[in-house]
Structures are given as structure tokens and as C-alpha cells.
């Protein structure tokens, strides 16, 4: 397994998972068009508890359970088509989080790469 070393942005968008663009969840069409430009890995994470602007707290406790859990969506690649990318978002979020984070990326071969 060989290791590469190198410095990424890592964004991350929180809206509620109820949000929508054009009767589509909001982090389906955020984590397609990261595909459609090319971005090197996406994921989208539920929260089980969070609060945010409105100061509600929603939660999936069996007693309380919410409808509106958080959801981040995480994009790490290279400083250049992360930041190219945010003009998109631009038009798809009105009342979420964006958060941009340097970080250091540690990218893996598999072993099949290895032996190709």
C-alpha cells in the first residue's frame, strides 16, 4: 500500500436532511454535481442530534424523534476545484452551513493498484 502526502480542502455542508432541489433531497444533488465536477470523493453523514439556526434541537431519540436531522456532506480534494466548486452551491443552499478546512490528506493505493 503506498501512501501520498499532500495538503486538500476539506468542505463540508450541513443542511437538514428535509431540504430540497427540485423534489430531491439537497445532499443527493450536492453529492451528484461534486461527482459531475470531477471532485476526487464525497460522503453525506446523518446526524442523530443537532441544532441550528432556528435553536431547535432535533433529534432521533425514541420519544422525540425528528424529521429534520442534520446531514453533512463532506468533499475533500485539492484546494483548486473544491474552491471552483462552491459557486454551485452558492445556488442550491439558502439556511445552510459551508465549512472549509485545510487539511492534510493521506491518499492510499489499494494492493490491486499495486500489483497492476
Known sequence: MTTVHGPALRLTVVVGENDAWHHRPLFTE???RAHAAGLAGASVFRGVEGFGASSMVHTMRLLSLSEELPVAIVIVDDEEPVRAFLPQLDAL?????????????????SKQENHA
Open 30 to 32: 450536492i453529492v451528484h
Open 93 to 109: 443552499i439558502d439556511g445552510g452551513l459551508v465549512i472549509l478546512d485545510e487539511v492534510e490528506a493521506i491518499r492510499t493505493t
